[in-house]
């Protein structure tokens, strides 16, 4: 394991995870002691309009993964048009990899609790509502009982802080499906209807929850609010580069030396990133990673200074995403991850269209046959092939997504392939798992 260099730990700024090793950081009296509800005094006395020009100087984007900009989008809400609005908190967490929101909500919900409450003055919601992943047993569990606790302190409820606004927050637990993160899906899960993508137009920012005017953000965008409030647009845009501004949570996972969330300002590189994490794992070489998750498209050991950011990750031809970096060695096999995460999006693929629920069925068949050594050459154009009528022709991101893999490892990883179809690599999948394959 190496010991990272001053400089580099330097690049750390602990924003959102500052709390998380203070003892019962999840209480309210830490939180309190800690900053906590500061930034709602503050922000009850501004007008709400000037809370969504904070947030647009700030340039925060959205951490979901599409980094569309969150001052812009709370702009779209129409005002003055006698609907209810809404903030739903997209909780889900689902993409393979992503460890940021869970962790979170567990050590600091209030964190969440508060930027759900400054974001719903906002854009003048009462209502909100926080969507969780069904399985996050715990981080929920935490999460109602911040907002216990919020609603016990006067935060929540009637007239908050004297200040005339009233604000009723809901925590609803899903079942446990990828889909439910699309936040149509999402919201179509949340009014009790089977999870499926909605088609837009029209957006959420008009006919969102029950028709009405609503904004999805992730955790971690609603949780950056308090810290903008408090610190100032100007801070905030210390950290981070010109186009993505702020710290980021970024979690590593697989074959490296202490795995986890390490908070940076976006724009940090990989290399730094493992420096942090104390290196790869003895005895492991790197060789393939994702920068944000399993739907964006693996990068290789030549990435390793590629700066981090929205702009750099799409310059060096993949995404963001959630920066959920999973790391892999020259002991692990890219046809056989890129296979796993395949069943992943069959599995999860909600079989709305046609492309997304027939093409990840075919291609997971396509690579059992591969990796049981009976694939063919004319498999690989098949699979390009498949994924070329998949990309840009699903009717939601779950259907791209599941295709960044498939091109990029064929893109950098080709021989991997050919040596199993060649016969150089022994099987890793028995024949047994062919039925119906052909
Ligand atoms: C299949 C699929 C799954 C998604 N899962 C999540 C998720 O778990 N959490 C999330 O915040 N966004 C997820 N998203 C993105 C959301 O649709 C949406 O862009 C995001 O919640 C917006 O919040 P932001 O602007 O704060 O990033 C997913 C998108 C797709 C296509
Ligand atoms: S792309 Fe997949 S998940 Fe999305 S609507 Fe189509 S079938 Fe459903």
Redesign the pocket.
Known sequence: MTTPRPETLAKLTPVLTKRWLSPDAWRIGTYEQLDGYAALRKALKAHPDDLIQLIKDSGL????????P?GL?WGFIPQGDGKPHYLVV??????PG?CK?LPLMTHDPHALVEGVIIASYAIRASRAYIYI?GEAVHAARRLRNAVQEAYDKGYLGQNILRSGYDLELVVHSGAGA??C??????LDSLEGFRGQ?RLRPPFPATHGLYASPTV???????ASVPPIVLGGADWWKTMGTEKSSGPMIYSLSGRVANPGQYECSMGITLRELLELAGGMQPGHNLRFWTPGGS?TPLLAAEHLDVPLDFEGVAAAGSILG?TATQIFSDQDCPVYATYRWLEFYHHESCGKCTPCREGNYWMVRVYRRILAGQGTHEDLDTLLDTCDNILGRSF???GD?ATSSVTSSLQYFKQDYLDYIEGRTAPKLSEKTLVGAH
């Open positions: 984007r959205g951490r979901g993964g599409a980094g569309f969150t989008k997209n909780a889900d967490e689902g993409e992503t929101d992943r990828y889909i993160g699309e936040e149509t899906a999402l993508p999805v953000n992730n955790v971690g965008t609603i739907s959630t939601c991101g779950l997504g």
